[in-house]
Nanobody, 122 residues
Framework: VQLQASGGGLVQAGGSLRLSCAASGRILSSYTLGWFREAPGKEREFVGTIIRDSGNTIYADSVKGRFTISSDNAKNTVYLQMNGLKPEDTAIYYC????????????????WGQGTQVTVSS
């Protein structure tokens, strides 16, 4: 499967963005989809995941209550709705797909998109 992330940009603190992860190839719902982010000088960090088959979601504590993952099977696309953005959310955001059910680490994913930059100004 090939993944294409988009939707990043520059937003003021408190604002919102919606990231998209469009897939080509296999049906996206047959994978667990994860969102990760990587800030300059920091390791890639788990943001959230939507688990294959069940559609259950898990979020990092740092984004819980502000970010929401959803999917549109007809469009073979997964979204990351980000509300209440903070300067510390600034990073490159990546979507990833894998076959494990509860995957919270980067090495548990098999396919990665190219990343999209999110910058939150204070």
């Amino acid at each position: 499967v090939q993944l294409q992330a988009s939707g990043g940009g520059l937003v003021q603190a408190g604002g919102s963005l919606r990231l998209s992860c469009a897939a080509s190839g296999r049906i996206l719902s047959s994978y667990t989809l994860g969102w990760f982010r990587e800030a300059p000088g920091k390791e890639r960090e788990f943001v959230g995941t939507i688990i294959r088959d069940s559609g259950n979601t898990i979020y990092a504590d740092s984004v819980k209550g502000r970010f929401t993952i959803s999917s549109d099977n007809a469009k073979n696309t997964v979204y990351l709705q980000m509300n209440g953005l903070k300067p510390e959310d600034t990073a490159i955001y990546y979507c990833a797909a894998g076959f494990q059910y509860r995957a919270l680490k980067p090495d548990e994913y098999d396919y990665w998109g190219q990343g999209t930059q999110v910058t939150v100004s204070s």
